[in-house]
């Protein structure tokens, strides 16, 4: 039973390009979530999903940031012309369901260095 | 007001101590307290979790002891080992509505042999 994965693993874009990061739940599964990792602030939500449907946007930084799930197999975190500030380990979550029974299992990050 | 804080922000012990990870919160509709490790490269994990309506929670050598009053909680690690060294999160979460996890900024553990 794989985990959550995430692609491409590393990725390095110019300022002001765009990168789409991908993230594959677990199948069964019907939450997923969007964090954003660095040093100083830690693991910082970003958006959630449940059977597809976004739940809570709060965390986007809204102007650059966007996220999409077409399906319940496949998750997207679309960065509209990208910053140095935006580089951080991106992580993907999916959960069975949510409430108290909605362990996370966290994919291995996708790493996003802005140049 | 969903803010979660833990201390220290990094952490050195012997092996065979108890390393000690302290988180406390804010709001107080918080009702579910997971500790997620995180070892270099990988996602975080689920280590071990608490329910506002227990003061303890043991499993194996990692024990939580939550004080709800005082909306603090920490992780005791008991005989410390090198391979416990990793970055622990203290996450909060509600189990009504919103059901999104509020991460702290986690601890970085060193285990010395």
């Known amino acids: 039973n794989a985990g959550v994965i995430q692609t491409p693993r590393h990725k390095v874009t110019g300022k002001g390009q765009e990168a789409t990061l991908w993230c594959e739940p677990i199948s069964g599964h019907s939450a997923v979530f969007w964090y954003r990792q660095t040093i100083v602030q830690g693991l910082e939500f970003l958006t959630y999903?449940?059977?597809?449907?976004?739940?809570?946007d709060s965390g986007m930084p809204k102007e650059r940031f966007s996220a999409q799930m077409p399906n319940q197999s496949h998750s997207t975190l679309k960065i509209q012309s990208t910053q140095p500030q935006d580089s951080a380990v991106y992580l993907c979550?999916?959960?069975?369901?949510?409430?108290?029974?909605?362990?996370?299992?966290f994919g291995e990050g996708s790493k996003l260095t802005v140049l | 007001q969903q803010q979660v804080r833990q201390s220290p922000q990094s952490l050195t012990v012997w092996e065979g101590e108890t390393a000690i990870l302290n988180c406390s919160y804010e709001n107080s509709a918080f009702d579910y307290f997971p500790w997620y490790q995180q070892f270099p490269g990988e996602g975080p994990a689920l280590l071990i979790a608490i329910r506002s309506v227990s003061d303890k929670k043991e499993d194996g050598r990692f024990t939580i002891f939550f004080n709800k009053r005082e909306k603090k909680l920490s992780l005791h690690i008991t005989d410390s080992q090198p391979g416990d060294s990793a970055t622990y999160f203290c996450a909060a979460h509600f189990n009504t509505g919103n059901y999104k996890y509020v991460f702290g900024a986690g601890t970085r553990l060193k285990v010395i042999a």
């Open positions: 999903f449940r059977n597809q449907a976004p739940i809570d």
């Open positions: 979550a999916s959960s069975l369901d949510v409430g108290d029974t909605g362990q996370l299992y």
